[in-house]
């Protein structure tokens, strides 16, 4: 198959050289001949088409190749996939095997290590039993000592058992972790492996699709090229017919020469002539009115050509003018911007600064000493924050009248831009009718080659006429020998035939002279149509001219239009910009009624915090007179701690007793203890626990007005902060 895919186009090339010879064989041989020219035009153009076809097919054939060649490695890639693929498989089910085998190992361990923990539990129960018998103080006998003995020696022998069973686990569970990380990992190649199989497959299918593809493109191909060939043999076999038919015409038309000399065909070509004389008077006609119509649309079309060209003039210099305002409103709107960067600017030191006095707030609080001393400071400084945000509102007013000027500039300019778009929508019509008119004129072009193509269809016609004639010429002659021959048998009217023949051959004479009159003519109204077609020639390069100008002045005004679009985009983004900064400017506004809202309601906060801070220092102040003897306190819950713990000693130290009696006579009362020290304990508690809740409590209020405060002050503006602070 391979051999016959490759000796295909060597066949077939040589069969297109040999074709090509043919062709330049019959290309020789009708280059000569004008009337075979468009045959022989038709002819290279199949010629064209079959090398072009011959050309594809053999790209084809190189392509089919290359894929070929690209298959046989992806199949190889495949096949060695699948085979790594399959080993990974084999891999991964021993694996598994492992994995199980290891798993069971390791369910065994631990049933094991479970029986372990029983036994363990088990004697350990047992040795908290004899712990608690020795404790008690029971002595132990012989056996039991030496089932302790053995117990612990059973003990330490479970113990390193378990402890080899633990290192086991932990070995099975390393191995366990390895067998599956391994496993994972083969997984993983294997998914890696399918997964490239199956990009290796989907690559193998396009592939395979577009041989398919060229494939059936090659057989197209082949069938087209035999199809033209198929053409290119009738095409030939036509010409050789055609070229017998030129020749044998040819003789009849020698024949025909030879015997147009006589009166009848004379005659019957005169009368002829005529007619063809009169119908060549008729088409001079036409075709003269149809020079003047055509004359006169150039003259219009040149002159609406001249009122376009003003008009896309006069629509250059607006959009020029245009494009001035329009960078003039750029500039405005660049200066705006600059002057809203310039504010931000302010009022981000602004911020900066009343995030400084926020801290030096926090700092106040922190040390209150130095409190009166700054408080003055800050307030020359909410003094200038005031005058400065005074003349930051009147520069905001400023702006906002500047803006409200500039947007009925900017409308202003949208009118201008509406009424422009208006008149170069008025110039699109106006171009829209020159292209209608153009048309029209295209249309009598196209109506003046018709009437052309049938003047020459009658030129046909009269030359089958006078093939038609020329044959019955030839049956004039025959039938003028049966006369001859009857003449020559009918001497008697022979003198009668000799006067009519001299009457004949004087009226030949005339005729002979109107003959040439005509011919005169004939020549004249050829050389009339050759002018004619001159001045079509010429008339249609004018048309190609006019087109060539129309085809200029239509991209000079999609030029304009664009940039027309260009300059829209940019006012709509202008005016985006402007939208912009008025919404910036009302954020701004609401941001400071915000703040003038927030500033009033943090004076009524700071009022009430006043008041707070006032009831605070009272109970401060109580606080700090009742704080006074914490230190005595604490002297006296050392001592008495001390005591306590004492007490505690002897306490035990009685239950101890009381658990092993040691004293005799124990049925004694005892003494009565001194109540004093168990009512100081009491108080004490007491005391120590309202002295905790007391602290407690202080700290807790103290929080609690550092961050209601801190919140208050961080929330409220600058300049009523400092005003503020001294009441504090």
Same mark, same amino acid.
């Given at each position: 198959?391979?051999?016959?895919?490759?000796?295909?186009?060597?066949?077939?090339?040589?069969? *297109?050289?040999?074709?090509?010879?043919?062709?330049?064989? $019959?290309?020789? +041989?009708?280059?000569?001949?004008?009337?075979?020219?468009?045959?022989?035009?038709? &002819?290279?153009?199949?010629?064209?088409?079959?090398?072009?076809?011959?050309?594809?097919?053999?790209?084809?054939?190189?392509?089919?190749?290359?894929?070929?060649?690209?298959? $046989?490695?992806?199949?190889? !890639?495949?096949?060695?996939?699948?085979?790594?693929?399959? /080993?990974?498989?084999?891999?991964?089910?021993?694996?598994?095997?492992?994995?199980?085998?290891?798993?069971?190992?390791?369910?065994?361990?631990?049933?094991?290590?479970?029986?372990?923990?029983?036994?363990?539990? %088990?004697?350990?129960?047992?040795?908290?039993?004899?712990? !608690?018998?020795?404790?008690?103080?029971?002595?132990?006998?012989?056996?039991?000592?030496?089932?302790?003995?053995?117990?612990?020696?059973?003990?330490?022998?479970?113990?390193?058992?378990?402890?080899?069973?633990?290192?086991?686990?932990?070995?099975?569970?390393?191995?366990?972790?390895?067998?599956?990380?391994?496993?994972?990992?083969?997984?993983?190649?294997?998914?890696?492996?399918?997964?490239?199989?199956?990009?290796?497959?989907?690559?193998?299918?396009?592939?395979?699709?577009?041989?398919?593809?060229?494939?059936?493109?090659?057989?197209?191909?082949?069938?087209?090229?035999?199809?033209?060939?198929?053409?290119?043999?009738?095409?030939?076999?036509?010409?050789?017919?055609?070229?017998?038919?030129?020749?044998?015409?040819?003789?009849?038309?020698?024949?025909?020469?030879?015997?147009?000399?006589?009166?009848?065909?004379?005659? /019957?070509?005169?009368?002829?002539?005529?007619?063809?004389?009169?119908?060549?008077?008729?088409?001079?006609?036409?075709?003269?009115?149809?020079?003047?119509?055509?004359?006169?649309?150039?003259?219009?079309?040149?002159?609406?050509?001249?009122?376009?060209?003003?008009?896309?003039?006069?629509?250059?210099?607006?959009?020029?003018?245009?494009?001035?305002?329009?960078?003039?409103?750029?500039?405005?709107?660049?200066?705006?911007?600059?002057?809203?960067?310039?504010?931000?600017?302010?009022?981000?030191?602004?911020?900066?600064?009343?995030?400084?006095?926020?801290?030096?707030?926090?700092?106040?609080?922190?040390?209150? =000493?130095?409190?009166?001393?700054?408080?003055?400071?800050?307030?020359?400084?909410?003094?200038?924050?005031?005058?400065?945000? *005074?003349?930051?509102?009147?520069?905001?007013?400023? &702006?906002?009248?500047?803006?409200?000027?500039?947007?009925?500039?900017?409308?202003?300019?949208?009118?201008?831009?509406?009424?422009?778009?208006?008149?170069? *929508?008025? &110039?699109?019509?106006?171009?829209?009718?020159?292209?209608?008119?153009? !048309?029209?004129?295209?249309?009598?072009?196209?109506?003046?080659?018709?009437?052309?193509?049938?003047?020459?269809?009658?030129?046909?016609?009269?030359?089958?006429?006078?093939?038609?004639?020329?044959?019955?010429?030839?049956?004039?002659?025959?039938?003028?020998?049966?006369?001859?021959?009857?003449? %020559?048998?009918?001497?008697?009217?022979?003198?009668?035939?000799?006067?009519?023949?001299?009457?004949? +051959?004087?009226?030949?004479?005339?005729?002979?002279?109107?003959?040439?009159?005509?011919?005169?003519?004939?020549?004249?109204?050829?050389?009339?149509?050759?002018?004619?077609?001159?001045?079509?020639?010429?008339?249609?390069?004018?048309?190609?001219?006019?087109?060539?100008?129309?085809?200029?002045?239509?991209?000079?005004?999609?030029?304009?239009?664009? +940039? #027309?679009?260009?300059?829209?985009?940019?006012?709509?983004?202008?005016?985006?910009?402007?939208?912009?900064?008025?919404?910036?400017?009302?954020?701004?506004?609401?941001?400071?009624?915000?703040?003038?809202?927030?500033? #009033?309601? #943090?004076?009524?906060?700071?009022?009430?915090?006043?008041?707070?801070?006032?009831?605070?220092?009272?109970?401060?102040?109580?606080?700090? !007179?009742?704080?006074?003897?914490?230190?005595?306190?604490?002297?006296?819950?050392?001592?008495?701690?001390?005591?306590?713990?004492?007490?505690?000693?002897?306490?035990?130290?009685?239950?101890?007793?009381?658990?092993?009696?040691?004293?005799?006579?124990?049925?004694?009362?005892?003494?009565?203890?001194?109540?004093?020290? &168990?009512?100081?304990?009491?108080?004490?508690?007491?005391?120590?626990?309202?002295?905790?809740? =007391?602290?407690?409590?202080?700290?807790?209020?103290?929080?609690?007005?550092?961050?209601?405060?801190?919140?208050?002050?961080?929330?409220?503006?600058?300049?009523?902060?400092?005003?503020?602070?001294?009441?504090?």
């Amino acid at each position: 198959m391979a051999e016959e895919k490759y000796d295909k186009p060597v066949i077939e090339e040589n069969v *297109f050289e040999a074709l090509e010879k043919d062709f330049q064989e $019959v290309i020789s +041989e009708l280059t000569g001949d004008q009337s075979l020219e468009k045959f022989r035009v038709e &002819y290279e153009k199949l010629h064209a088409v079959l090398k072009k076809s011959y050309e594809n097919e053999k790209r084809l054939m190189a392509k089919c190749r290359e894929l070929n060649a690209e298959i $046989v490695v992806n199949s190889a !890639k495949v096949a060695t996939a699948l085979k790594l693929s399959q /080993d990974d498989q084999t891999t991964i089910t021993s694996l598994k095997r492992e994995i199980e085998k290891a798993w069971k190992m390791v369910d065994a361990a631990y049933d094991k290590e479970q029986k372990a923990k029983e036994t363990i539990m %088990s004697l350990k129960e047992e040795i908290m039993n004899l712990t !608690k018998l020795v404790e008690q103080g029971s002595g132990l006998s012989l056996g039991q000592e030496h089932n302790l003995r053995e117990l612990l020696k059973f003990k330490e022998e479970v113990t390193k058992e378990r402890d080899q069973l633990l290192a086991e686990v932990v070995k099975l569970r390393d191995s366990v972790a390895n067998m599956s990380d391994q496993q994972q990992e083969a997984e993983k190649t294997k998914l890696e492996a399918e997964s490239t199989i199956a990009q290796l497959h989907q690559e193998i299918q396009m592939r395979q699709n577009e041989a398919s593809r060229e494939t059936r493109k090659k057989e197209k191909m082949e069938r087209e090229l035999k199809q033209l060939q198929n053409e290119l043999e009738l095409k030939i076999a036509d010409i050789k017919t055609m070229q017998q038919g030129l020749n044998k015409s040819k003789e009849e038309l020698l024949k025909c020469e030879q015997q147009l000399k006589e009166q009848k065909t004379r005659e /019957d070509e005169v009368s002829q002539m005529r007619q063809e004389i009169g119908k060549l008077t008729k088409m001079r006609e036409v075709m003269q009115r149809k020079l003047r119509v055509v004359e006169e649309n150039k003259t219009q079309a040149e002159c609406e050509r001249d009122t376009l060209k003003n008009q896309i003039a006069g629509l250059e210099k607006e959009l020029e003018a245009a494009k001035k305002q329009a960078e003039v409103d750029k500039k405005a709107i660049d200066e705006l911007v600059r002057e809203r960067d310039i504010l931000n600017k302010n009022l981000l030191k602004a911020a900066s600064v009343t995030q400084k006095q926020m801290n030096l707030v926090k700092l106040h609080e922190q040390s209150k =000493k130095n409190l009166e001393e700054e408080i003055q400071n800050y307030k020359d400084e909410a003094q200038k924050q005031r005058k400065i945000i *005074f003349q930051l509102e009147k520069e905001r007013d400023r &702006y906002i009248n500047e803006a409200s000027d500039l947007t009925q500039k900017v409308l202003h300019h949208m009118e201008d831009i509406k009424l422009r778009e208006m008149q170069i *929508f008025d &110039y699109k019509k106006k171009i829209a009718e020159s292209e209608t008119k153009l !048309k029209q004129q295209q249309n009598l072009y196209e109506a003046v080659r018709s009437d052309r193509n049938l003047y020459s269809k009658n030129l046909i016609e009269a030359q089958d006429e006078i093939n038609e004639m020329r044959k019955k010429l030839k049956i004039m002659t025959h039938q003028v020998d049966q006369l001859k021959e009857e003449i %020559s048998v009918k001497e008697a009217a022979l003198v009668k035939v000799h006067l009519d023949h001299q009457r004949i +051959e004087k009226e030949k004479e005339a005729l002979k002279g109107e003959l040439l009159k005509m011919r005169q003519q004939a020549i004249e109204t050829k050389h009339f149509i050759e002018k004619q077609e001159e001045e079509e020639r010429k008339l249609l390069k004018i048309i190609s001219e006019a087109d060539a100008e129309r085809l200029r002045q239509k991209k000079e005004l999609d030029q304009v239009i664009s +940039e #027309r679009d260009i300059l829209g985009s940019q006012l709509v983004r202008r005016n985006d910009e402007l939208a912009l900064l008025y919404e910036k400017i009302k954020i701004q506004q609401s941001i400071l009624n915000k703040g003038e809202m927030q500033y #009033r309601q #943090r004076i009524e906060d700071i009022r009430l915090l006043k008041l707070e801070i006032k009831k605070l220092r009272r109970e401060k102040a109580i606080l700090g !007179k009742s704080v006074a003897n914490v230190e005595e306190l604490r002297q006296e819950v050392y001592h008495m701690q001390k005591e306590l713990l004492k007490e505690r000693t002897r306490c035990r130290a009685l239950e101890e007793e009381l658990e092993n009696p040691m004293n005799v006579h124990r049925w004694r009362k005892l003494e009565a203890s001194d109540p004093s020290t &168990y009512e100081l304990i009491q108080k004490i508690h007491a005391l120590q626990k309202r002295l905790i809740n =007391k602290t407690e409590e202080v700290v807790e209020k103290e929080l609690l007005l550092q961050v209601h405060l801190t919140s208050n002050v961080s929330n409220m503006p600058f300049d009523i902060a400092c005003d503020s602070i001294p009441d504090y």
